[in-house]
């Protein structure tokens, strides 16, 4: 006895180091843990790494005693701590792995109910409601908020019930029916004041209504129960509660909340106090801290410091890869640059957020297509297996038919055939149509898709600045905004022409002109009208050209060729940009070559198509390489490209020596 109370205070000294060290050294140290329990009790044992994975989970950092626990629980076949460690699995991948998460709890959920532990089930369960929530998956949502309650009602389990309309609650907030979300949220906070359940659960409550109420007197109520509760825990010397709800993290929502109201009510001495008081927690949020700042810096006209602050939480959002958050952060920039006096500063902010914002939504956009798209593909499926069933049925009673008669047998059969001829070819005329349809459709709509973002981007640019020109007293920004309009024009006409001639060469409309033209003259035309359109740190260079008479469509040669400029120019931000010819055999070799981005080799296949973007943060191609494989196809002729990412591409083209 007096071994095991000795191993006991080990292992105890064991955890208490461990608590200190960092999360890391706990996997590291996780066989000499395990050696330090061999003499103790399975009971013990297994109680004192359950208590440890759950201190370390409200932490959120480390699974080592959670894997501990785990591995224990099934040597020793102990279902109850086996299901209290999925538990806390569940809870460690709740809001971070949705795939994860319910892995976990499909496997805690038999051995919770087997042990009739409906906390922890239902808690598990209510999860789920919030992860639909964020998934947006509305119709899934209400039909698991049903199921939970109906579970509650047959396990007489009346928590279960005020768990899922906390969920319930919070999709209200999340779908912008704030009054229903406040009334159901009030209403089971007092349930439970009345029940008197524990504080942490009517806290996860309040924190919901502070969180998502915009009308300020109701918030400020919330956050004096808040305090009381706060006082409550002082009082009672709590210093942390289940969840993650420390003392210090609930202050900090409490400074937080007020210093934001006093934002909203420009109230700076108030907030500067507030944002002290969020200072002085130890469980307090850099990025929230930051936005704080720049509220404060913005609300006393103080434009140094909240450039300085807002720079600051770009850089973390940029670290953490929150690409919304950073947007939002930019838009910002762009706002406290142009209220101090910096409007040229502004507009390149401005310029860049806009960028993003049309990046990032024709990238959503696509994903929504294509979730549409796959969703139509299951109809589809799901119609032709129905077909299918329904095919079966009229073949087997066919064959009942076929069985009453050898003379019934053979009309049968006859009727049989002649039918099934029939129905194949109306089948395949069927799904020639429905393909050629469905094929249509889609084209249809990818154009239209890229049309509207295309032709946006130009139109935001011209009435954007057409707004702003008009408040513009600098002469110079003046002429800026009207440089920046006129440019926004030009690319819409090019945009509209580029259709026009796409639409006649996909529909064999395009009249070619041949006769004989002098090549190196061409190309010093097409030198000089391209020279004074170069980037600064670009070089535009024409390879020595050999004489040569050659038969062909000047202006269509002449497009062809500049298009392949311009998307050189658009894809090089320094370097060169050569171009040229070479005469083969019976074949005339022109050739693009730049030092710019380059293309992804999953790209290459698909770079002559319509719209096509290489990354998420670059511009597209447009229409301009569409065309120029249209035209040099109708001239005969073949393009293609080769291209290394980074190092830059050659776009190349050869058309026949021949009258055409």
Not at 20 to 39: C, E, G, Q, T, Y
Not at 159 to 186: C, H, T, V
Not at 559 to 586: C, M, P, V, W
Request: net charge positive.
């Amino acid at each position: 006895m007096s071994k095991n109370k000795s191993a006991i205070l080990i292992c105890l000294l064991l955890l208490i180091v461990m608590n200190i060290s960092a999360a890391d050294k706990l996997m590291i140290n996780k066989d000499s843990l395990l050696n330090a329990f061999k003499n103790i009790p399975e009971k013990t044992k297994l109680q004192m790494l359950s208590d440890s994975a759950k201190k370390y989970l409200q932490g959120k950092k480390t699974k080592a005693y959670m894997e501990l626990l785990l591995q224990e629980a099934q040597k020793a076949k102990s279902n109850y701590h086996k299901a209290t460690a999925y538990f806390y699995f569940s809870e460690y991948y709740y809001m971070a792995n949705a795939d994860s998460m319910h892995n976990y709890m499909h496997l805690a959920e038999p051995l919770l109910l087997a042990d009739n532990r409906k906390e922890e089930y239902f808690r598990m369960e209510s999860w789920d409601i919030f992860i639909l929530t964020n998934e947006g998956k509305s119709k899934q949502v209400l039909a698991a908020v049903n199921a939970i309650k109906q579970k509650a009602r047959q396990m007489n389990y009346p928590e279960g019930s005020l768990m899922a309309d906390l969920g319930l609650s919070n999709f209200y907030f999340r779908n912008g029916l704030e009054e229903e979300g406040i009334k159901l949220a009030e209403d089971i906070l007092a349930t439970m004041e009345a029940q008197k359940a524990p504080l942490h659960k009517r806290l996860n409550v309040l924190r919901l209504l502070i969180t998502n109420t915009n009308n300020i007197p109701k918030r400020m109520h919330y956050l004096d129960l808040l305090a009381q509760y706060i006082h409550e825990m002082e009082q009672k010397k709590i210093d942390h509660l289940e969840n993650n709800n420390s003392i210090d993290y609930l202050k900090f929502t409490y400074h937080r909340a007020y210093a934001n109201i006093s934002s909203a009510q420009h109230n700076a001495p108030k907030m500067f106090y507030h944002i002290q008081k969020c200072m002085k927690c130890s469980s307090k949020d850099d990025i929230v801290m930051k936005l704080l700042w720049v509220d404060y810096y913005e609300l006393t006209k103080n434009y140094p410091k909240a450039l300085s602050a807002v720079n600051e939480l770009m850089d973390i959002l940029y670290r953490m890869k929150r690409t919304k958050d950073y947007m939002i952060a930019l838009n910002r920039k762009s706002n406290i640059l142009y209220d101090s006096g910096n409007t040229k500063e502004a507009m390149d902010a401005f310029r860049t957020y806009t960028a993003m914002k049309d990046s990032i939504s024709a990238v959503t956009y696509y994903n929504d297509v294509a979730k549409l798209r796959n969703q139509h593909d299951l109809d589809q499926l799901e119609l032709k297996s129905k077909q299918m069933e329904l095919k079966e049925e009229r073949n087997h009673s066919q064959i009942r038919m076929l069985e009453s008669s050898v003379l019934l047998l053979f009309v049968v059969c006859c009727a049989a055939i002649i039918i099934a001829i029939q129905r194949h070819r109306n089948s395949l005329a069927e799904k020639k149509a429905r393909t050629k349809a469905e094929e249509a459709d889609r084209l249809k709509s990818a154009f239209l898709a890229n049309m509207n973002h295309e032709i946006r981007t130009p139109l935001n640019a011209i009435v954007g600045f057409s707004q702003v020109i008009v408040d513009e007293d600098n002469a110079e920004n003046r002429k800026q905004y009207l440089n920046i309009i006129q440019h926004n024009n030009e690319l819409l006409q090019q945009l509209i022409a580029d259709v026009l001639d796409l639409s006649k060469i996909e529909s064999n409309t395009m009249a070619f002109y041949y006769k004989d033209l002098e090549l190196p003259s061409l190309m010093d035309d097409i030198y000089n009208t391209t020279h004074i359109r170069m980037k600064k740190d670009i070089s535009l260079e024409l390879e020595s050209c050999a004489p040569y008479l050659f038969s062909t469509d000047r202006n269509r040669l002449t497009q062809i060729i500049t298009n392949l400029l311009n998307n050189a120019i658009k894809h090089t931000s320094e370097g060169f940009i050569r171009f040229g010819y070479k005469i083969k055999d019976t074949q005339i070799y022109f050739f693009v070559k730049d030092s710019g981005e380059g293309i992804p080799e999953n790209k290459l296949d698909t770079i002559f198509g319509r719209f096509v973007q290489l990354n998420e943060m670059s511009r597209g191609v447009g229409l301009g390489l569409a065309i120029c494989k249209g035209l040099v196809t109708q001239m005969g002729g073949t393009i293609g490209v080769t291209s290394k990412l980074n190092e830059g591409s050659t776009f190349f083209f050869s058309l026949p020596i021949k009258k055409q």
